[in-house]
């Protein structure tokens, strides 16, 4: 006892000369700059879904906005999911990332949504049995327009958007109608996945590895509507470049390729028993990465962006095009690409496709084009 006693003497003495400790949730969002300046908020909403999940844990980990840049999550959740965000925010702490100076764990949106610079807009009311598609739209009108209301008051105003939930070409229309203050250049939806899959079918074939295939277009809508296109991609081996068409047959890419990637998803649903998971986290990754961080030169990637007219698209949709990106994070539709009357066909399909989600939500939001 006397020993105890002594020793905790000792530790009052040593404590009294030291300024106060802060608190662990204070040590856990303290503001200390990367290379790259301030931490980067960043959010994810549907955060202990599968695909949030995953996301969370790339960010963290420096894979999406390099191994420098600081990060602050901020992980949004519906109340009945507020256990398992709990459990998320645990596992974030147990993983003792270097570059995660806080995680904002919550279920309150304003808290979610204030002062991040980069949204990732996951969580979506998914389709049930027995639901049209009319239903969805609507269902999910409701969400993004509240989610771009939040956009609007809340989030830094360079702040860079990404719609994954679904239908999210749609869906990141909506919500950029509601943020009228974002430009339109910082709102985009997620085809990223889409190229993945595309570009792993041709290297799957090939004996490679999927960097090897460069610039598969994807074009117009993350739906069964769009159109993968090889016309101009190529694949780089030890600095040779060849065009996919010297390497396959053109009844191949305008056929079976284009319908497996188109149906990719459902293939997926339909073995696995449940949606991408993985996957679309990766896929999510490699457009963060390249949105903020550039890509190289000569090559371009798919996003789905406010359209400005390029290619025949109406202006505003937002639609899938091929994009080259600087090392500032600034995108640009690459322009003067041949398209065949094949394409034409192809992409006026979806355009069409995605004219009509538009029309539907605009009527039901009572929104005026």
């Known amino acids: 006892y006397f020993d105890s006693v002594m020793l905790q003497r000792r530790l009052e003495t040593v404590i009294g000369h030291l300024a106060p400790l802060p608190t662990i949730s204070n040590i856990r969002t303290q503001s200390t700059s990367g290379s790259n300046g301030a931490p980067l908020r960043v959010l994810i909403t549907g955060a202990a879904g599968n695909i949030g999940?995953?996301?969370?844990?790339?960010?963290?980990?420096?894979?999406?906005?390099?191994?420098?840049?600081?990060?602050?999550?901020?992980?949004?959740?519906?109340?009945?999911?507020?256990?398992a965000l709990e459990g998320v925010r645990m596992e974030l702490d147990d993983g003792a990332f270097p570059l995660l100076e806080g995680v904002v764990a919550t279920t309150d949106p304003a808290t979610a949504f204030r002062g991040i610079d980069a949204a990732i807009l996951v969580g979506a009311s998914p389709r049930k049995k027995g639901m049209e598609r009319k239903d969805l739209l609507e269902k999910n009108a409701e969400i993004f327009k509240n989610q771009g209301l939040l956009l609007e008051q809340y989030a830094s105003k360079s702040v860079k958007v990404l719609v994954v939930g679904n239908p999210a070409n749609t869906n990141c229309l909506i919500a950029s109608k509601f943020a009228p203050s974002i430009p339109s250049n910082?709102?985009?939806?997620?085809?990223?996945?889409?190229?993945?899959?595309?570009?792993?079918?041709?290297s799957t074939r090939l004996?490679?590895?999927?960097d090897k295939v460069k610039n598969i277009i994807i074009w117009g809508n993350h739906s069964s509507t769009q159109f993968p296109d090889t016309s101009h991609a190529v694949v780089s081996v030890d600095n040779k470049i060849t065009?996919?068409?010297?390497?396959?047959?053109?009844?191949?890419?305008?056929?079976?390729?284009?319908?497996?990637?188109?149906?990719?998803g459902a293939a997926v649903i339909n073995t696995r028993g449940s949606s991408s998971a993985q996957?679309?986290?990766?896929?999510?990754?490699?457009?963060?990465?390249?949105?903020?961080?550039?890509?190289?030169q000569g090559e371009y990637?798919?996003?789905?962006?406010?359209?400005?007219?390029?290619?025949?698209?109406?202006?505003?949709?937002v639609y899938s095009f091929p994009v080259t990106i600087d090392s500032d994070g600034n995108y640009s539709i690459v322009q003067g690409l041949d398209l065949s009357d094949?394409?034409?066909?192809?992409?006026?399909?979806?355009?069409?496709?995605?004219l009509e989600e538009r029309d539907s939500v605009f009527k039901f939001l009572n929104v005026v084009q």
């Open 53 to 83: 999940y995953a996301c969370a844990f790339l960010i963290a980990e420096g894979v999406v906005f390099g191994p420098h840049q600081k990060i602050i999550l901020h992980l949004l959740e519906i109340e009945p999911c507020k256990k």
């Open 186 to 202: 910082q709102w985009s939806a997620l085809t990223r996945l889409d190229q993945n899959r595309a570009q792993t079918q041709i």
């Open 207 to 210: 004996g490679l590895t999927a």
């Open 243 to 264: 065009p996919l068409s010297q390497l396959f047959d053109s009844n191949y890419l305008n056929g079976e390729f284009i319908s497996t990637v188109q149906t990719r």
């Open 279 to 296: 996957s679309a986290a990766r896929g999510i990754a490699c457009h963060m990465r390249d949105w903020f961080r550039g890509v190289p």
């Open 301 to 317: 990637v798919s996003m789905a962006i406010v359209s400005d007219g390029s290619y025949g698209v109406p202006k505003g949709l």
């Open 342 to 354: 094949f394409a034409k066909e192809k992409m006026r399909i979806t355009t069409q496709e995605l």
